[in-house]
């Protein structure tokens, strides 16, 4: 099963449940793997999910929660920066910045080894 984790929420009625899942997705933590949330979240806050009025058939009716989301502001950066040494040829590039990286502080770094080995 690749299923990563459960997420259940619960609330006195259906609007109360819903809105707790919308935050438990918001700050789910999951790092190093692509997930479903940013659908999820579509999903949930749709119209018709909130309603009640809905069937196996949702998705296929509504092809637009699957439209992956533009890139991130991260993305948009990177692309900028990789679009500006290009431009300059590698040029401005400073010597042992390849290395520098190397060091750069990730999500996974700290983490005990016994968790990820």
Do not use: C
């Not at 438990?24 to 659908?39: C, D, K």
């Amino acid at each position: 099963d690749s299923m990563l984790a459960k997420l259940v929420a619960w609330g006195p009625d259906r609007q109360a449940a819903i809105g707790r899942m919308l935050r438990a997705l918001a700050s789910f933590p999951v790092l190093g793997v692509t997930t479903n949330i940013p659908f999820l979240l579509r999903a949930i806050s749709h119209p018709d999910f909130r309603s009640g009025d809905y069937d196996t058939g949702f998705i296929d009716k509504h092809p637009e929660l699957t439209a992956a989301p533009g890139p991130g502001r991260l993305n948009g950066a990177a692309a900028e920066i990789a679009e500006r040494i290009w431009q300059s040829g590698g040029n401005n590039i400073p010597r042992g910045a390849g290395e520098t990286f190397r060091d750069v502080a990730g999500p996974w770094r700290g983490l005990p080894k016994t968790t990820f080995p």
